[in-house]
């Protein structure tokens, strides 16, 4: 069966030429993808990828390009045991309270 | 000892609530510098690494084959290599250049996911990423095309190419009429990303 990421070919609307500026935090999205192939050599281009494929379809239409890559990457790293879910988890508590403080 | 990187340097957000993926993007990043898998100063060096590859690397790479027949030929059978000449180190990564001539039109697209040459021209645009122009290139590049401004001949030939992680490619546009005496640097301006990517031509001189 085809999954949701294999769309060549598939019939289309007008493609969205709009300009979009990364944000820094899209940009240190993609420098932890490159340490932990390249320099940490954890994870491969090929299981980010793999990541990506499995996010589920909501999400993959809902992210855009480097928060497929977050989520994937998350996912790849407490599947591997860097991290537990629950550090995630509890980090993302703090981190979220801490930037709300900040608003 | 990674916790001496323990970094909670202030987090920049452009407005309103942070987006779920900055939030675990930054729990993700403090996590792994103190598991000790990179350092805080890791991360910012290789975003300011990045930010110098940029579709200028291409366009200085485009205006070198225009002027140099050698060094043309040379990009042709070899990307990486050819690339690594003009200072500009893409690793291991592939890269395979594809020539527009006059009955050749090439355009570029990834249609499982977005694969490009960012380790050369840094990050594609957004439109490259986009579910439609995925959609579409590979079917009728020729409307996708006419939505960049790019109408082609009918008796031309269109190549679309479909890339992979491991095989990522550019175009080599067709130098303009009218630039026979400029100079290398003047001739690069004329390339943008949308002619490496083949939704459009080199610019013509104006």
């Known amino acids: ?103 | 000892m990674p916790h001496d990187h323990h970094d909670h340097s202030p987090i920049e957000i452009d407005e309103g609530m942070p987006e779920e993926a900055q939030v675990l993007s930054e729990a993700l990043r403090e996590l792994l510098i103190e598991k000790g898998l990179f350092t805080a100063d890791d991360v910012t060096k290789q975003v300011a690494a990045m930010s110098k590859r940029t579709p200028g690397n291409g366009a200085a790479i485009v205006a070198r084959a225009w002027t140099d027949p050698d060094y043309k030929s040379r990009l042709l059978s070899n990307g990486p290599s050819a690339a690594k000449e003009m200072g500009f180190d893409i690793g291991a990564a592939q890269l395979l250049v594809v020539e527009n001539t006059p009955d050749v039109h090439n355009v570029i697209v990834c249609t499982l996911c977005s694969c490009y040459p960012v380790l050369l021209l840094g990050p594609s645009p957004e439109w490259y990423k986009s579910k439609n122009y995925r959609k579409r290139t590979v079917n009728e590049p020729r409307a996708v095309l006419k939505e960049f401004g790019t109408e082609l001949p009918d008796s031309m030939e269109v190549r679309v190419h479909d890339s992979t992680a491991d095989m990522r490619y550019m175009v080599l546009p067709e130098r303009p009429q009218g630039t026979e005496d400029w100079t290398e640097e003047k001739l690069a301006e004329l390339v943008n990303v949308d002619a490496l990517i083949g939704v459009s031509t080199a610019n013509s001189p104006v």
């Open chain 1, 1 to 103: 069966m085809k999954s949701y990421h294999d769309i060549g070919g598939e019939p289309g609307g007008e493609v969205d030429q709009t300009h979009y500026e990364y944000s820094l935090w899209e940009l240190r999205v993609d420098a932890m993808l490159r340490l932990l192939s390249s320099k940490a050599k954890v994870m491969t281009i090929d299981e980010l990828r793999r990541g990506i494929e499995t996010l589920g379809e909501d999400r993959y239409d809902k992210e855009r390009y480097y928060g497929k890559w977050a989520y994937s990457i998350a996912a790849l790293m407490v599947e591997k045991g860097h991290i537990t879910q629950n550090e995630l988890d509890q980090r993302i508590e703090q981190v979220r309270e801490r930037m709300e403080a900040s608003l």
